[in-house]
């Protein structure tokens, strides 16, 4: 009798060890940009070991890196498991590569225990999913699922100054044993592994989030415009300032929304002033909303009450407004089938779990519009991620990855 696949642990630990070594930071954590010397290391290094065991590698024309195990009818769509490798300029060890590190380690389980599935089972590890070097993010899985060009994105420029398709060219060409394929095949199912990116799990001390669904999002740009006056001569009754009234507007959002909706969230998270000098009234006040809610209604809703606060504000303060809207990512459902097949994995298990819908996207919600999706998560310490502190507990990872094997197995069985 075959043995029952097993997820090796310490084998898992080393692995993410390994990876975090490429892009080290003095602080602990990784700085491995996407289509960087770094993250074509990464996938030198995942695409080793994957030849090492005998596994298929394959690349499409976005970079998305594909590592699969045969199963025994090739013709059905394969099980896609697995996460991303490239990080935040600071960023921290485990986000995206725990996923897909944590989806190899269940590649190698089912090898070592000579396990055969009927379906195929793919690790894939997604280009680009942070968006710090080239926006936007989720470039990879947004190309799979057809809502993103390549085409379009070849002439764009990084942060660094560097040409996306320069980069991209770069490499593919760093794997040339890896096979290529179209972007975008048909999957059965998708399941990532995630940290959580918040503080729930860990306050409550559950070890699984099952993630039911992922928050829509919105960004607007606002812009204030008055006339640049001097700040000792000008009286109250000829001042047009933007600052107050962007002011005004900000402090009344942050009072209304978030109280009124424990799921809402609203953060302005930059903010520019011309002249910018601390002895001239602003001539102009731009900064940024991003607004998020499970709902897409609600979101809506939420959008409508910015919209308004900041058109009144601009009245009562004698400016202008100009508002556009950056960003608009409608929310996500998962997969009710898949979450459940979680949930008894857990129960199998004698895992406690608790259902969550993500605050942040993931290359998840994308995939989700063409294949049955869901994601786990695990906790991570004081929610910090996108961070160098970000940590993961090594019973939580153990735990995490076995959950997955266990879902994967049961997804083999479906047919």
């Given at each position: 009798m075959k043995p029952y696949p097993k997820i090796n642990a310490q084998r898992l630990l080393q692995r993410i060890a390994d990876f975090a070594a490429i892009g080290a930071t003095p602080a602990g954590g990784v700085n491995r940009q996407a289509l960087s010397a770094e993250d074509r290391a990464a996938r030198r290094l995942l695409a080793e070991l994957a030849v090492a065991r005998g596994f298929g590698i394959h690349q499409d024309a976005i970079a998305n890196l594909f590592i699969r195990r045969e199963g025994s009818n090739p013709s059905l769509p394969p099980i896609l498991i697995g996460s991303h490798l490239d990080s935040q300029p600071t960023g921290g060890r485990f986000d995206g590569a725990l996923g897909t590190l944590s989806a190899f380690e269940v590649l190698e389980a089912l090898e070592d225990a000579g396990v055969v599935t009927e379906r195929s089972v793919e690790v894939v590890s997604w280009t680009n999913e942070e968006g710090s070097r080239f926006s936007p993010g989720c470039m990879g899985s947004t190309a799979f699922v057809g809502a993103g060009d390549v085409r379009r994105w070849q002439d764009m420029h990084g942060a660094d100054g560097a040409k996306l398709g320069d980069e991209l060219a770069a490499t593919l060409n760093a794997l040339p044993e890896a096979g290529t394929q179209p972007i975008g095949h048909s999957v059965s199912a998708f399941v990532e592994v995630h940290i959580e990116q918040g503080p729930v799990l860990e306050r409550t001390g559950v070890p699984i989030g099952i993630v039911t669904g992922v928050q829509g999002t919105k960004w607007l740009e606002i812009s204030f415009i008055g006339e640049a006056a001097h700040a000792g001569t000008t009286p109250l009754e000829f001042r047009k300032d933007p600052m107050a009234a962007a002011a005004a507007a900000i402090a009344h959002l942050q009072?209304?929304?978030?109280?009124?909706?424990?799921?809402?969230?609203?953060?302005?998270?930059?903010?520019?002033?011309?002249?910018?000098?601390?002895?001239?009234?602003?001539?102009?006040v731009t900064f940024t909303v991003d607004i998020r809610h499970p709902q897409e209604d609600v979101l809506s809703s939420i959008e409508a009450q910015v919209d308004a606060e900041c058109r009144a504000s601009a009245e009562r303060h004698m400016v202008d407004v100009r508002i556009a809207k950056r960003f608009d990512l409608a929310p996500g459902q998962f997969d009710l089938a898949i979450v459940d097949m979680i949930d008894n994995a857990c129960r199998m298990l004698g895992v406690s779990n608790m259902k969550l819908v993500s605050g942040a996207?993931?290359?998840?919600?994308?995939?989700?519009?063409?294949?049955?999706?869901?994601?786990?998560?695990?906790?991570?310490?004081?929610?910090?991620?996108?961070?160098?502190?970000?940590?993961?507990?090594?019973?939580?990872?153990?735990?995490?990855?076995?959950?997955?094997?266990?879902?994967?197995?049961?997804?083999?069985?479906?047919?």
């Open positions: 009072l209304v929304v978030m109280p009124a909706d424990p799921m809402a969230r609203l953060t302005v998270g930059r903010m520019t002033v011309e002249p910018s000098s601390v002895n001239v009234i602003p001539s102009r996207f993931h290359d998840a919600l994308f995939v989700s519009r063409v294949a049955p999706t869901a994601m786990i998560f695990v906790p991570c310490r004081d929610g910090i991620s996108h961070n160098e502190a970000e940590f993961v507990a090594a019973e939580n990872i153990e735990i995490g990855a076995t959950v997955l094997l266990e879902t994967t197995l049961a997804l083999s069985k479906e047919q």
